[in-house]
T-cell receptor, first 113, second 116 residues
Framework: GESVGLHLPTLSVQEGDNSIINCAYSNSASDYFIWYKQESGKGPQFIID?????DKRQGQRVTVLLNKTVKHLSLQIAATQPGDSAVYFC????????????FGAGTRLFVKA | GAVVSQHPSRVICKSGTSVKIECRSL??????MFWYRQFPKKSLMLMATSNEGSKATYEQGVEKDKFLINHASLTLSTLTVTSAHPEDSSFYIC????????????FGSGTQLSVL
């Protein structure tokens, strides 16, 4: 079954504010985590990733934080824009020979203008 | 631009018919592709891993005779939903890792299947 999940199913933020989307995972041996963004009717799009030997990684307006002690992952979006409105999934790669990507439940982000 | 192309984007079929969905990597060779299924307002569920030149690896609970996967070339994987029934109606999405891009996946635009 899935080993990643999310605390909040929906999040509504004001344009310009920062957004924080949380995710919990259960497999302490997990090594690689990814955040994907999915707009309505489309396939997911890669946002940012992090390996377990890091606790923070920054991209353009996005930051991923990893807390291995409590098995928690978060995505921070700075200065949230209307174009950020989408569903965000945390995902985890597991390895069985090759790898496969398992998705968490998803959080829908609404950005209010 | 898109690096993974999926067709068709939408298909409506009658119950009992078969539907084929194509997934192409546009500018890279994909020895592995992944097929996911997504219900409305739900997450992506991995159905199977498509391996070029060999049999697909199906996830537990996914019927391999129902969802036929063929990966005959390094740029094309197909998913055929055989003898489709209304409960097969769903959003199907393919993806592939791109050489040189690590383990992140590039996704097709998805296929919305509606079985009447």
């Amino acid at each position: 079954g899935e080993s990643v999940g999310l605390h909040l199913p929906t999040l509504s933020v004001q344009e310009g504010d920062n957004s924080i989307i949380n995710c919990a995972y259960s497999n302490s041996a997990s090594d690689y985590f990814i955040w994907y963004k999915q707009e309505s009717g489309k396939g997911p799009q890669f946002i940012i990733d992090i390996r377990s030997n890091m606790d923070k990684r920054q991209g353009q307006r996005v930051t991923v934080l990893l807390n291995k002690t409590v098995k928690h992952l978060s995505l921070q979006i700075a200065a949230t824009q209307p174009g950020d409105s989408a569903v965000y999934f945390c995902a985890e790669n597991i390895y069985t020979g090759g790898f496969k990507t398992i998705f968490g439940a998803g959080t829908r982000l609404f950005v209010k203008a | 631009g898109a690096v993974v192309s999926q067709h068709p984007s939408r298909v409506i079929c009658k119950s009992g018919t078969s539907v084929k969905i194509e997934c192409r990597s546009l500018d890279f060779q994909a020895t592995t592709m992944f097929w996911y299924r997504q219900f409305p307002k739900k997450s992506l569920m991995l159905m199977a891993t498509s391996n070029e030149g060999s049999k697909a690896t199906y996830e537990q609970g996914v019927e391999k005779d129902k969802f036929l996967i063929n990966h005959a070339s390094l740029t094309l994987s197909t998913l055929t939903v055989t003898s489709a029934h209304p409960e097969d109606s769903s959003f199907y999405i393919c993806s592939a890792p791109r050489p040189g891009s690590g383990e992140k996946l590039f996704f097709g635009s998805g296929t919305q299947l509606s079985v009447l």
